[in-house]
Antibody
Framework: QVQLVESGGGVVQPGRSLRLSCVVSGFTLSNYGMHWVRQAPGKGLEWVAVISSDGSEKYYADSVKGRFSISRDNSKNTVYLQMNSLRPEDTAVFYC??????????WGQGILVTVSS | EIVMTQTSLSSPVALGQPASISCRSSQNLVHSNGNTYLSWLHQRPGQPPRLLIYRISNRFSGVPDRFSGSGAGTDFTLKISRVEAEDVGVYYCMQATHFPWTFGQGTKVEI
């Protein structure tokens, strides 16, 4: 079955960096685009970034553009989100999501990122 | 950016009764290829969202047939024909027609 498992979250000070990883199984990663979506505590869903199946195209929400970078290693079945210059408002659960052309068909369990001094 | 606006349910829903959630987009969601990329997601407390409906009315794998979607253009509806206890949580509409992808603010369903 399809599984997406995020890791790399935690507590980080404002201005610091963190890299999230998403290891997938149950499908051929190289055939699908992948997204990151976040949810601040008690709030709704916010799309963050997308990467195409071969990694050649990447797009970001305005709120993270220039600070976050999405990448993938299809040979390792892994998608990454490099987060730099973190701000308190980036505090959220981050979900790795498979793009089912185009529908958000499978979601990971999520990983909490807390930005606080 | 497309703004997705959902209605709130006025009161808790009784088990076995129907429920309906509306979602309105600030722009027409018909893609240039003729498809309308409007989906519905359900998030139970403490769980990640899961896909219920895609392209307005297509139920995703494993979704019970008591869930149905309808609508066109800018107005869309999710209907639950008979609410069950496991249907509690927050329902989100989302659009993937226009960049950036956006979500509604969520509608809470309580029993």
């Amino acid at each position: 079955q399809v599984q997406l498992v995020e890791s790399g979250g935690g507590v980080v000070q404002p201005g610091r960096s963190l890299r999230l990883s998403c290891v997938v199984s149950g499908f051929t990663l190289s055939n699908y685009g992948m997204h990151w979506v976040r949810q601040a505590p008690g709030k709704g869903l916010e799309w963050v970034a997308v990467i195409s199946s071969d990694g050649s195209e990447k797009y970001y929400a305005d709120s993270v553009k220039g600070r976050f970078s999405i990448s993938r290693d299809n040979s390792k079945n892994t998608v990454y989100l490099q987060m730099n210059s973190l701000r308190p408002e980036d505090t959220a659960v981050f979900y790795c999501v498979k793009d089912g052309n185009p529908k958000f068909d499978y979601w990971g369990q999520g990983i909490l990122v807390t930005v606080s001094s | 950016e497309i703004v997705m606006t959902q209605t709130s349910l006025s009161s808790p829903v009784a088990l076995g009764q129907p429920a309906s959630i509306s979602c309105r987009s600030s722009q027409n969601l018909v893609h240039s290829n003729g498809n309308t990329y409007l989906s519905w997601l359900h998030q139970r407390p403490g769980q990640p969202p899961r896909l219920l409906i895609y392209r307005i009315s297509n139920r995703f794998s494993g979704v019970p047939d008591r869930f149905s979607g309808s609508g066109a253009g800018t107005d869309f509806t999710l209907k639950i024909s008979r609410v069950e206890a496991e249907d509690v949580g927050v329902y989100y509409c989302m659009q993937a027609t226009h960049f950036p992808w956006t979500f509604g603010q969520g509608t809470k369903v309580e029993i």
